[in-house]
């Protein structure tokens, strides 16, 4: 072979090599931030009821003893525990033997249906989060039109009287992934759940931004005090339906009822 088609050959084997490079750098990064798309009337959580993959039965798995979470990008020690989980012990600064127990099982205030799972802030001193992104794109027509309502739910506690809690967010994002608004449910407090351990349900409702095209949704479990982080979450759900039009019918009876209130105040500042 000659210098002439050497080089060619090299050069063919170097871009095929780096063709497979780059394909497999955006596959890695396609998996690692998946992208769900949006249907009307349902939930467009993907795997919000924590009911997709494995829990953690006692409650102190970190590291890479955490549980694979289908549908979120986890960071940090964001967990999915079991309901009933055994809880454990561990030896304090102090060298004595503390037992963590009284984890959420099915006697704790929550879902009807909690299922086997729920989400977990982990067993790590610090906060934790979880993420996933929704595709908007194919509902501009309604969103655009400021038809598009969403309805976000989600239960949401703690653990007896620990402060450590949650914030379960929205962030409604334009084509260039920029931050049009927000909506966002915090949990309740330890007063609220009577220094109980438990989740309760809380709810908002909104419109989505005109030129939104995705949705970042969001699970923070920030930690305050105690062995493990005690955020607890269940049930995410986060729905988008179309509010429809005001009729012309309709338009015109609000047009008269406002006509006739004012005539009537009219009428009634001409009296003597």
């Known amino acids: 072979m000659n210098k002439l088609n050497i080089f060619p050959f090299l050069s063919q084997k170097i871009a095929n090599k780096s063709i497979a490079l780059i394909a497999g750098i955006s596959s890695s990064i396609l998996l690692a931030s998946p992208i769900y798309a949006a249907t009307l009337g349902q939930n467009l959580i993907v795997n919000g009821d924590a009911e997709q993959g494995q829990g953690d039965t006692i409650g102190n798995a970190v590291g890479t003893d955490i549980p694979f979470i289908p549908g979120w990008v986890p960071s940090d020690s964001f967990s999915v525990l079991q309901y009933g989980a055994t809880g454990f012990e561990f030896t304090n600064a102090l060298g004595n033997i503390v037992a963590v127990s009284g984890l959420p099982d099915a006697n704790s205030s929550g879902p009807s249906v909690g299922g086997k799972n729920l989400f977990f802030g982990g067993a790590n001193r610090g906060s934790s989060s979880a993420s996933q992104l929704i595709d908007i794109a194919d509902l501009a027509s309604i969103t655009d039109a400021g038809q598009g309502a969403y309805d976000l739910s989600a239960w949401l506690g703690g653990y007896g009287t620990d402060l450590d809690n949650v914030k379960f967010s929205l962030n409604f994002l334009n084509q260039d992934g920029q931050s049009l608004n927000t909506a966002f449910l915090t949990s309740p407090t330890p007063d609220k759940r009577n220094n109980t ?8 409702k909104g419109f989505i931004p ?57 009428n009634r500042q001409l009296l003597p």
């Not at 351990?197 to 908002?204: A, D, M, Q, R, V």
């Not at 970042?216 to 039009?245: H, Q, W």
């Open 197 to 204: 351990t438990g989740l309760l349900f809380k709810s908002t």
């Open 210 to 266: 005109v030129g939104a095209r995705q949705i970042n949704v969001a699970l923070e479990m920030n930690y305050v005090r105690g062995r493990v982080n005690d955020g607890y979450a269940d049930d995410l759900s986060l729905v988008i339906t179309k509010v429809p039009e005001p009729s012309i019918s309709a338009l015109l009876l609000v047009s008269s009822s406002c006509l006739m209130v004012w005539k009537l105040r009219r």
